[in-house]
């Protein structure tokens, strides 16, 4: 099979696989262990989680918070009202935001948000994805109608207020109350991400804090974002242009990373951060770190992860850790016995 062409990376799931919610209690999620050494599977959950791990291991968890960054508006333009959605992607500069759009937004588009809001599209993206643009954000004085830059500060306000949470489009359904919360990790401390870390979603407070008092952890920030879920699209991999996603560790996390004798990525984007500073020793930046089969990792040595979608960058990731053909035949262990999958699914730990 080969590792680099993009149809190894497809597989079928059945679509009542799909979480649409998550279980509770969080510790009652599946766990399916895969130990490397042994080559052996084992089906847990994750109240079983830390009987599993080496007592030296690090745990590095990624203590981004999503933000509420899908909103809606209508265009403002004659003989229209059309309603507009768009996904937060990142700022650019001064009052300049990078959205992902859906529908037929051209530039010089003004859209009306609400909590007094506007945005002017300035120019197509699309080399990032469909529906990519880049637009300026103020707000409108409303008598004057003078207009007022919309900064950093006060747009993520705006987002908090008047924004809801990216559920991803898979699930087909729209946010709740509950998934502020519930598509939140306990120990979410930076704003900055429009997807939650999923793997961390299985940890409550109390497994974390025991967690923490049984094994060295420390966390690091990785704004996860809207490029975590544009497909690939390039047959060969090896040609697919990695989104960049901003990430911070402090210097106590870069020490221990360096000097832990063991080390347990949790999630993704935790694996993606540790091998950047792995190979550049940046303490942040932007990464765009594509790890697959002919790309390992040099770090982490054992990875938690959820289930991802076919031809993804994630599930080419895991591919890193445990190749392909291995990648393939757990995932269909977990579709035999009925996991549930994706972003509120159960989860894997590779050792």
Known sequence: MDTLALSSYDYTLPKDRIASFPVSPKESAKLLVFDRAKD??????????????PKNTLLVFNNTKVLSARIYGFKEIPQSKARVEALFHKHLHDNIYLLQFKGRIKSGHLIAF???????????????????????????DSATHEEKPMEKEAFVLFLEKCGHIPLPPYLKR???????????????????????????????????????????????????????????????????????????????????????????????????????????????????????????????NALLTNFHLPKTTLLMLVASFIGLEKTRALYEEAITKKYRFYSYGDGMLIL
């Open 114 to 140: 609400p909590c007094n809001v506007y945005a002017r599209i300035l120019n197509d993206q699309n080399h990032l994805g469909a529906g990519f643009k880049e637009a300026e954000f103020f707000t409108r």
């Open 40 to 53: 052996t599977i084992t089906h847990a959950t994750f109240k079983d989680f830390p009987a599993f791990l």
């Open 174 to 300: 729209t946010d709740t109350q509950e998934d502020k919360d519930s598509y939140q990790t306990v120990f979410a401390k930076h704003l900055g991400a429009i997807a939650a870390p999923t793997a961390s979603l299985h940890f409550s407070h109390e497994s974390y804090k025991l967690l923490q008092e049984n094994f060295q952890t420390t966390e690091i920030t990785l704004h996860v974002g809207a490029g975590t879920f544009v497909g690939v699209q390039e047959e060969n991999i090896l040609n697919h242009k990695m989104h960049k996603e901003s990430f911070y560790l402090s210097k106590d996390s870069a020490d221990q990373i360096e000097s832990a004798p063991h080390i347990t990525a949790i999630g993704t984007t935790s694996a993606r951060v540790i091998e950047e500073f792995a190979r550049n020793h940046s303490l942040s930046g932007e990464c765009d770190l594509f790890l697959h089969p002919a790309n390992p990792p040099m770090r982490v």
